[in-house]
Each structure stands twice: as structure tokens, then as C-alpha cells.
């Protein structure tokens, strides 16, 4: 069994920040059970485009709202705390913050952390403020 805290995790390389995004990643692939598990955190006002083009992810959300779209199919859905969003087709989506948002989120096949930081299958392609 292994039992961790968050504070433990805040502060060392299993806590990963970029712009507009924060990551705290509780289990990581060298825990060996298949999956990756991250408390996310990402500021009101920001745009981001991510692309998981070798993870499937689930998301939920636990704090924030804002406005989800499945770039390619065209299809935007609204989020707020209790929502949740599956990429089981590795769909381009982009995410509008208008609150601050909390989500914990699931990875399989895990992410191992030994990723360049924004290339896990993890692609941040714009990261900007909402109307600016
Ligand atoms: C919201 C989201 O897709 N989070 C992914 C995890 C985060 N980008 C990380 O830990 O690298």
C-alpha cells in the first residue's frame, strides 16, 4: 500500500507548473499500476489546447468552470464542479477557464514524469488570456 499526501508532493519534481497551469502528480508510472493520477489546477482567464496523443484521460472537476471543446468534432460542453470528460478518441480540446478550476485527473498509460515537461503527450499549444 502506499499512502501519500498532497503536501508532501507540493514542491518537489512531482509538482509541475507551466503557464496558466498547475499539476500535482500523486501516483506516477514508477508506482506500477497502470495508471497516473494528478490534482491539476488551471487560473481563471486562461485558454489552453492540450493533445494526448498517446494517453487516455479522464478528467473530473472538482472546483471552477468554464467551457470545453472537442476540436475535432466541433462540440463545446459546459463544466462546473461534478462534471466530467473522458478522451478515449485522443481528441484535440481546448479548455476555457473562467473560474479556477481543480480536477483530478487519471492517465493510463500512465505518465512516468520523465517527460520533457510539455511533451508527456501533453501538448499545450496556446496558453492565453480570455480577452486578452
Ligand atoms: C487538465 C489536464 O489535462 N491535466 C493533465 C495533467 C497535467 N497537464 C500534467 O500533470 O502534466
Redesign the pocket.
Known amino acids: 500500500m502506499i499512502v501519500r499526501t498532497t503536501a508532501e508532493i507540493t514542491g518537489t519534481e512531482r509538482d ?1 507548473a507551466s503557464t496558466g ?1 498547475r ?1 500535482k ?1 500523486i501516483i506516477l508510472g514508477g508506482d506500477n499500476v497502470g495508471f497516473s493520477f ?1 490534482e ?1 489546477t ?1 487560473d481563471a482567464g486562461t485558454v489552453h489546447e ?1 493533445h ?1 496523443q498517446h494517453h487516455v ?1 479522464a ?1 473530473w472537476l472538482i472546483e471552477g468552470e468554464g467551457t470545453l471543446t472537442d476540436l475535432d468534432n466541433d462540440v463545446s460542453y459546459q463544466l462546473a464542479p461534478g462534471s466530467m470528460y473522458l478522451l478515449d478518441g485522443h481528441e484535440r480540446h481546448r ?1 476555457e477557464v473562467r473560474t479556477r478550476m481543480r ?1 483530478m ?1 487519471v ?1 493510463n498509460p500512465p ?1 512516468t514524469g520523465q517527460e520533457v515537461h510539455d511533451s ?1 503527450g ?1 501538448y499545450p499549444l496556446v496558453a492565453a488570456t480570455i480577452g486578452g
Do not use: A
Request: glycine share 0%.
Open positions: 509541475v497551469w499539476s502528480r494528478h491539476t488551471i492540450f494526448y484521460e478528467v479548455l480536477m485527473c492517465f505518465v508527456n501533453v
